[in-house]
């Protein structure tokens, strides 16, 4: 390495180039490049172009591109699969994370475009980038069948990989019956189920998705010990329980509509009940997690809510009488909060 080439910017220059490197990686999946790979690997260049439909010259530099990124091997006889693209980006994997990965294409990106905006405004850019903007990010999200179903699928994908770590974070046996607030497909129910067999879980949401949750079930059917309840968590009773679960909630909101809930949570909270929030816990002085900070500059380009502290959260929780405010950071994408009602 000659002198000047090992004083360049190398941090600079490889975030300069971090955007393009998701995007290929979005349009690989978004063509199924992996699933066809996972079935019929090794492949060349030019038969994967001819069985999806794509130019050669443009495949066969998407395809290097994702080689030289480690997500293929190219061999003498084509292209294969990683064993990490088997598992996560073709659609079809327990752990695949291609559900995620559409809606970061489709939905995120075209927010994060408007990033600049968002800075300026300090609001959410729903108008910008998809030229409409309703009272709230979910009727945004709920107003057309595909979109949400892209939402969902995203939610339980990424779900997915959270949900043991979420599960197993603090040991729940005391609780008999748990509400997951929010809990969209029910994955993270459906794990709680297997980790405490004498757990009831139900699954609260807004009716427009637990419409739509059979698509998602493991057996393609809702069975107990997992059940689901519609409404609003604002607005509507919430079911009887003795452990509420917010997963990925609270960072969708402001600090006002957080008081709204939990102090609907407080009020039918017996003591000795608890909360259990799975957020992307930062550090007080919000330095160390740049994958948190990004996911809080998500949070400014789609929704009313931030990414918060550990004291933060602890703050919110103790004004509704949520004490004993323990925390545990778990080295996957969701930390996780338990407390319980004195
Ligand atoms: N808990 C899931 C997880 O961790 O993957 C989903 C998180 S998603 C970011 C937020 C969920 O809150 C969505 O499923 C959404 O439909 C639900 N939600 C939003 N507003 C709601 C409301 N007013 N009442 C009930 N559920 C609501």
Redesign the pocket.
């Known amino acids: 390495v000659s002198e000047s080439a090992a004083k360049l910017p190398s941090k600079i220059l490889e975030l300069m180039d971090g955007f393009r490197a998701s995007k290929a990686l979005f349009v690989a999946c978004k063509l199924k490049i992996f699933d066809h790979l996972k079935d019929k690997g090794p492949l060349k260049a030019v038969d994967i172009a001819n069985e999806i439909g794509t130019s050669v010259c443009g495949t066969e530099r998407l395809l290097d591109a994702c080689a030289a990124l480690g997500l293929l091997e190219k061999t003498s006889q084509g292209y294969r699969n990683t064993d990490s693209a088997n598992t996560y980006l073709t659609s079809d994997g327990e752990y695949s994370l291609h559900g995620y990965i559409i809606h970061s294409n489709d939905h995120v990106w075209p927010l994060f475009t408007n990033l600049e905006s968002a800075v300026k405004e300090g609001s959410r850019q729903n108008h910008r980038a998809f030229g409409r903007k309703a009272e709230?990010?979910?009727k945004d999200?709920?107003h057309s069948w595909e979109v949400k179903q892209r939402?969902?699928a995203a939610?339980?994908s990424?779900?997915h990989l959270?949900a043991r770590d979420?599960a197993t974070a603090f040991d729940l046996s005391q609780f008999k019956s748990a509400c997951?607030?929010?809990?969209?497909?029910g994955?993270?129910a459906h794990e709680l189920v297997q980790i405490y067999p004498n757990l009831k879980v139900t699954v609260?949401?807004?009716p427009?998705?637990i419409a739509n949750i059979s698509y998602f079930q493991p057996s393609g059917q809702c069975t107990a010990p997992v059940t689901f309840v519609s409404?609003?968590?604002?607005?509507?009773n919430l079911p009887e329980a003795d452990l509420y679960?917010?997963?990925?909630?609270l960072?969708?909101w402001s600090d006002e509509k957080i008081h709204v809930l939990l102090s609907k949570i407080s009020a039918v909270c017996k003591p000795g009940c608890g909360i259990l929030l799975?957020e992307m816990v930062l550090d007080d002085e919000k330095k160390n997690r740049s994958t948190a900070l990004l996911q809080s500059l998500n949070m400014l380009v789609q929704t009313e809510g931030k990414e918060r502290s550990g004291s933060e959260y602890r703050g919110l929780l103790e004004q509704h009488g949520f004490t004993n405010v323990k925390i545990r950071l778990t080295g996957n994408l969701?930390d996780v909060i338990l407390c319980v009602k004195t």
């Open positions: 709230d990010l979910f999200y709920y939402f969902m939610m339980h990424i779900a959270t979420v997951d607030l929010g809990g969209c497909t994955a993270l609260f949401d807004l427009e998705v409404g609003d968590f604002f607005k509507d679960i917010l997963s990925r909630v960072h969708d799975a969701l």
